[in-house]
């Protein structure tokens, strides 16, 4: 079955930086695109950062443009956002995502918290 596994998140002062994984198993990786979205409490779940199957044309939030950037190794079945310069407006969880035959799946989620 299809598992998406985020790691690394935690607690990190505004300025900082982290980056975060996803590990997919259950399907051919290199063959989908892979998102990340975020949700912060009492707003909805918005796009954060999408690559294509083979890593061009990325797409981004502009709250996030300059500052994040996602990549994948599909030798490891792994996506990755990387973000620097965070402000505390980028406190969230942050999920990673992908879509097939019109079913999203998504993992389980993982905290960024901003503040000193």
């Known amino acids: 079955q299809v598992q998406l596994v985020e790691s690394v998140g935690g607690l990190v002062q505004p300025g900082g930086s982290l980056r975060l994984s996803c590990e997919a198993s259950?399907?051919?990786?290199?063959?989908?695109?892979m998102s990340w979205y975020r949700q912060s409490p009492g707003r909805e779940r918005d796009l954060v950062a999408r690559?294509?199957?083979?890593?061009?044309?990325?797409v981004y939030a502009d709250s996030v443009k300059g500052r994040f950037t996602i990549s994948r190794d599909n030798a490891k079945n792994t996506v990755y956002l990387q973000m620097n310069s965070l402000k505390p407006e980028d406190t969230a969880v942050y999920y990673c995502?992908?879509?097939?035959?019109?079913?999203?799946?998504w993992g389980t989620g993982i905290p960024v918290t901003v503040s000193f």
């Open positions: 259950g399907f051919t990786f290199r063959n989908y695109a």
């Open positions: 690559i294509p199957s083979f890593g061009l044309n990325t």
């Open positions: 995502k992908t879509r097939m035959g019109g079913i999203d799946y």
